[in-house]
């Protein structure tokens, strides 16, 4: 595995998980004022001022004195200081002359990295190599190709700056196939009247992405990229206050697990098979002693839960009988011999009477246990509330609900189709939970998200896979 | 071009180099960067390598300039007494 070398810029070393691949060439390509610039100085400056390294900016158009003064005006950054502790050049030359310098044995630039044991390299900007190449297609990539293995030679991390002449993003330039990664910088209105500037990262060889737009600024530090997937966190939480839902992979994306007294909420569509998930919750909370509360749906029976338990291990009515686990059912239902007294009919109720019996003896029961120490999670399908109660029911109760919940310190997941239940409501519902997972189905894939944690980070979208053991699925 | 008259583009010459001292320039980049004339150039920038200023490297059109920082001496120790022979 390469060593990977910090580019200074905190928010794209947390992109690129760290950095640069040590020795990589890698293209940043944007329009004009895009910030291409201060990034290849920034990357040279961070790494002699925080890595001791040092490195060489070649700038065929821009006279280096204009650079040096621009970046100490905008950033303070003193690069003829730098160059007078040996730890930078910035070299004003000819894209011919550098070329010719960087082929020749000992020419000018061998002798200038040997001199400064040189460790990066900026070239500001490799688009000039086309009229030196006379926009001969086959000769630019000749070109490129000969100086990226010349700069593989002195093992040099090279950032080559590229205009991006073609503003259709699906053209792919045949430089991007020659160099080892591209991260592109470009700026879009925004809020009609702004402008917003995006980085995004289109390829890296040899060290995982955060993939997606990461928003960045240009501030007095240099350019400073955002998170793509990044909100503004709460406050911290000890691991202590942390349940695992059995999934590793969404266990480590929510920072250990769901925070406990948390209400989540999983949005599925219904192609999405959301059952492994909830399989793996539900018997990671009874394996944990927890106790549970679960509406059954419309879809989902006593028994249907039992085989869903067992293929995770957890024998259902073992757990009845320890009184751990209690239904509330919607529907007129038989249960097995025995589970009878775990099971609360609703079915009879209307609204007010539904109210009453969750105030009279669902939260006693609750209330009386939870003093206990007993630590309670609840899970239900909201669909089926819907369904059963009415939209108008569910908007009214289920922040009062939610409130409750959290006082007690009771987890709830909650299962949810936000595209049944339209826009608002579903817009009102993920106000009110702290977390909110969303599965789906897209063409033959289905994918997994994190669009709303506790701790600001969203996720990229994952692809969950069957797996033949518990927890049965897998987010890659 | 006389010498005297060459005062101007030694001067010009001389603060580009001085301003911009890890430059590398044939002449045909020096005729972009000033916006002069090559047959004005080379004179002025055979004085210049005579006198030190810049260093040429290789020959004919194909030569390139490049500055040499002169050698100033920031730091001495000067003794309170001299030594006696």
Known sequence: ?????????????????????????????????????????????????????????????????????????????????????????????????????????????????????????????????????????????????????????????????????????????????????????????????????????????????????????????????????????????????????????????????????????????????????????????????????????????????????????????????????????HYNRQVPSGWEKAVYYVNGLDNEGYDQFLRNKCYPLIQSEISCETKWFVYYDLNTIISERGTDYVLRSFAKEAAFARSLGMTVLVLCNFKEVGEQVASFLERTTNGVFKTWVDGSNQYLQVTKASNGQLSEPYLLESTKEHPFIRLI | MEKKESLPLQMECTMLFQANPYMIESISGLERRLGRQEEDLKPVLNILVKQGILQQIGEGTASLYRYKEPVIITDMDIPDKLESP
């Open chain 1, 1 to 329: 595995m390469h060593k990977q070398i910090s580019t200074g810029i905190q928010g794209l070393d947390a992109i690129l998980y760290g950095g640069i691949p040590d020795g990589s060439a890698i293209i940043i390509e944007g329009a004009p004022g895009t910030g291409k610039t201060t990034l290849g100085v920034q990357f040279l400056y961070e790494g002699a001022v925080q890595a001791d390294e040092a490195g060489i900016l070649i700038t065929f158009e821009e006279f280096p004195e204009q650079i040096y003064s621009d970046m100490k005006s905008s950033f303070r950054w003193d690069l003829r200081q730098l160059e007078k502790e040996n730890k930078l050049r910035v070299v004003g030359l000819s894209p011919d002359v550098l070329l010719e310098q960087m082929m020749k044995p000992d020419g000018l630039i061998e002798q200038m990295i040997h001199e400064i044991d040189c460790k990066r390299i900026v070239i500001d900007s490799i688009s000039l190599f086309r009229y030196f190449t006379a926009a001969n297609d086959f000769e630019e990539r000749r070109v490129l190709y000969q100086l990226r293995n010349i700069l593989r030679k002195f093992k040099l991390t090279s950032l080559l700056l590229q205009e991006q002449s073609d503003l259709n993003v699906s053209h792919v330039p045949f430089s991007h196939f020659i160099v080892d990664g591209v991260i592109r910088l470009s700026v879009r209105p925004h809020l009609d009247v702004f402008r917003k500037r995006i980085l995004e990262v289109v390829k890296m060889r040899g060290t995982r992405i955060i993939e997606g737009e990461h928003t960045y600024r240009i501030t007095d530090k240099g350019i400073y990229p955002l998170n793509a997937a990044q909100t503004i966190a709460e406050h911290h939480r000890e691991a202590k206050d942390k349940i695992s839902t059995g999934i590793k992979e969404l266990d480590h994306l929510l920072d250990g697990g769901m925070d406990r007294g948390a209400v989540y909420m999983l949005d599925t569509n219904s192609r999405a098979n959301y059952m492994p998930l909830i399989g793996s919750i539900l018997s990671e909370r009874l394996s944990s002693q927890d106790h549970l509360l679960t509406v059954l749906s419309s879809t989902q029976t006593v028994e249907e839960l039992d085989t869903l338990m067992s293929r995770h291990n957890i024998e259902l009515g073992k757990v009845i009988n320890e009184k751990r686990v209690h239904f509330i059912e």
